[in-house]
């Protein structure tokens, strides 16, 4: 532009610069050179191959069915229901409902099912898999178990009546992995107590965090058997599967008879999943952390150790936002303090 300007000046001729367009001005450019006759594009393109042919068939939708998974559950706080619906593509649509009644826990996933196969039909799938957590209620449906419940009655029968909308529906059974245990010993504890014990034994529920703790002389074989028994089966019922890491007293053939008595999968920790460690180590430094506060003559520790846990399990969870307490039980623990002041 410089250039210019100095080729300019020989003839008393002065640019300047324009500040701004007027709207007009590409408008009235473009309007100016207007071709008369009208050119067609050309689509032939030189040099252009073919690099991709798909054909689509029908019937593709039953290669790839749709995938609705649907639970509910029941409570004191309530009664909710949810169920997701996994296009073939891949795409989620999640619904969820609260129901303003009160129903069983088998109702409740009745009640989701429904929910996600009223949405199914809303988006015309025609092939549909369901995958549910109850037991009882898959079995129902698939017709292997008989509906001897009143409730439940009219609710696999509306459902039955719902699935001949489709072609093809299958229903199955999806279990919890989440329902596994892990098992620790903290010890030993170099302050004796009054009763020997130097060992407390903690077996942890990864999906709930619940936790079950015990204080003993020894941690033995036969120790860890009979609680797995006492405290856990009898109580929760069986687990899909039991993390320990390599001690000898929790991996032996009496751990082994046990597991394989109820059907339980044993693994450990190191080799099968290593962050397993890092809950079990985080309830053992919380749980210490509480009998530290709580002991008075450093030998009465063992004495503390329930009340340890119930402060434990009814303390609201950063994860969840819930107690465990809560979530094992369905209802709220009343509180030492609740006790005190009558007005909570």
Known sequence: MALWQILLSEFDIVY??????????IA???????????????????????????TTKEGAQEEHPSKLNFSGASNAMGNEIGAVLVSPN??????????????????????ACIMGICAAIEHKIKVLVGYGYSV???????????????????????????????DDITFCYLS???????????????????????????????????????SYANVTKSVVSKFLKKEIICRYGMPERTISDNALNLNNNTIMEVCSQFK???????PYRPKMNSAVEAANKNIKKIVGKMT??????????????????????TSTGAMLFSLVYGMEAALPIEVEIPSL
């Open 16 to 25: 300047v610069n324009q500040k701004t367009v007027k709207e007009s001005a």
């Open 264 to 270: 339980i999968k044993h693994h450990k920790s190191s």
């Open 90 to 111: 891949g795409d989620h649509y999640p619904f969820t409902s609260k129901l303003d009644f009160d129903c069983m826990n088998n109702m409740t996933e009745y009640e």
């Open 176 to 214: 919890r992995d989440e329902n596994q245990m892990g098992m620790d010993v903290i010890g030993p504890i170099s302050l004796k107590t009054s009763n020997e014990h130097r060992f407390i034994f903690m077996v942890i529920d990864y999906f709930t965090k619940w936790v079950e703790i015990a």
């Open 296 to 317: 008075e003559t450093y030998k009465d520790w063992h004495e503390k150790l329930p009340f340890a846990l119930y402060v434990y399990r009814t303390s609201v969870r």
């Open 28 to 54: 009235d450019f473009l309007a100016s050179r207007a071709l008369e006759d009208y050119e067609p594009l050309n689509f032939d393109l030189p040099n252009e191959d073919l690099m991709y042919v798909v």
């Open 136 to 166: 009882l209620v898959i079995y129902q449906l698939k017709g292997e178990w008989e509906t001897r419940d009143p409730k439940l009655i009219e609710y696999r029968r509306l459902v039955l009546e719902l699935i001949k909308k489709f």
